[in-house]
Nanobody
């Protein structure tokens, strides 16, 4: 079992930055690809970014490419999402997810993933 706890959400102005963290408990964090997803009010959950378990390959949604950066620290069992140049349309609940032995790109297209966090709210004001 893996438990994921997100933190770092909050209110930011357009053009500002936030850094989300997702701390994982349980075993074998280094064997899990990690990803971030988001869900805005009235919309379906969408993929944001992912990082592979082995060579740290990253994969991003076009909407955040060049603005967001995903990284991981296996020693701390934590994955991060650095969000820069925030836009009001980035407002959503952000979820962390884990999938064992997956590639970063696979996390962007798979229908089911192994574990999910509870989410953290990000609100960007214009």
């Amino acid at each position: 079992q893996v438990q994921l706890v997100e933190s770092g959400g909050g209110l930011a102005q357009a053009g500002g930055s936030l850094r989300l963290s997702c701390a994982a408990s349980g075993r074998a964090f280094s064997s899990y690809a990690m990803g971030w997803f988001r869900q805005a009010p009235g919309k379906e959950r969408e993929f944001v970014a992912a990082i592979s378990y082995d060579d740290y390959t990253t994969y991003y949604a076009d909407s955040v490419k060049g603005r967001f950066t995903i990284s991981r620290d296996n020693a701390k069992s934590t994955v991060y999402l650095q969000m820069n140049s925030l836009k009001p349309e980035d407002t959503a609940v952000y979820y962390c997810a884990a999938d064992r032995w997956a590639s970063a790109q696979a996390m962007g297209v798979k229908n089911t993933l192994d574990y999910w966090g509870q989410g953290t709210q990000v609100t960007v004001s214009s």
